[in-house]
């Protein structure tokens, strides 16, 4: 950021580590902007085979790289719960917006992605297809409750 770059923190790795940064958000929209797009590349490629397998692997290798991106965002975006007020005040007022927005981004991709495989939840009790539905069921009852929780203000974000 200009200020890591005007007061030299940028050389101080701890330090400049240890700060909420805006950009951590921008790098975590990146890597789900290209997390989707290979798997739209590569949902074209499987409908052109009518794999079910493939589909499957696909599914699960996407979700897999989700959570992975998850896991590695700063602890700054990690969805801070309500009981944490002191922790919520330390941080600056975008922190929240950027935390909701991302949750609310990775629960819808994270839904867009096992709904591939609803056709099939029905017909089979595999275990990967219990999880699909279990992922998509979880993160349409999170967004719901974010709905309710934030109301009027959530209205205003619409990362995807």
């Known amino acids: 950021s200009d200020e890591e770059l005007t007061t030299r923190l940028i ?4 330090m400049a580590t240890k700060m909420p940064r805006p950009v951590d958000y921008h790098n ?9 797009y290979h798997f739209q590349i590569q949902m074209r490629a499987i409908e052109n085979l009518d794999g079910d397998n493939l589909l499957e692997d696909l599914v699960l290798t996407t979700d897999e790289a989700l959570a992975n991106i998850i896991s590695q965002l700063p602890s700054h975006l990690l969805e801070i719960s309500g009981g944490l007020a ?11 917006w950027q935390q909701t927005t991302l949750s609310l981004s990775f629960l819808f991709y994270r839904m867009k992605v096992n709904r591939v495989l609803q056709h099939r939840w029905a017909s089979s009790s595999d275990v990967l297809l219990a999880r699909s539905k279990a992922i998509c069921l979880d993160s ?4 719901v ?13 619409r990362p995807w």
Do not use: D
């Open 28 to 36: 975590a929209m990146i890597f789900l902007a290209k997390s989707n």
């Open 140 to 143: 349409a009852n999170t967004i």
């Open 86 to 96: 002191k922790e919520r005040e330390q941080y600056p007022p975008w922190v929240l």
């Open 145 to 157: 409750s974010m709905v309710k929780q934030h109301k009027v203000v959530l209205a205003r974000h």
């Open 11 to 14: 050389n101080e790795p701890n």
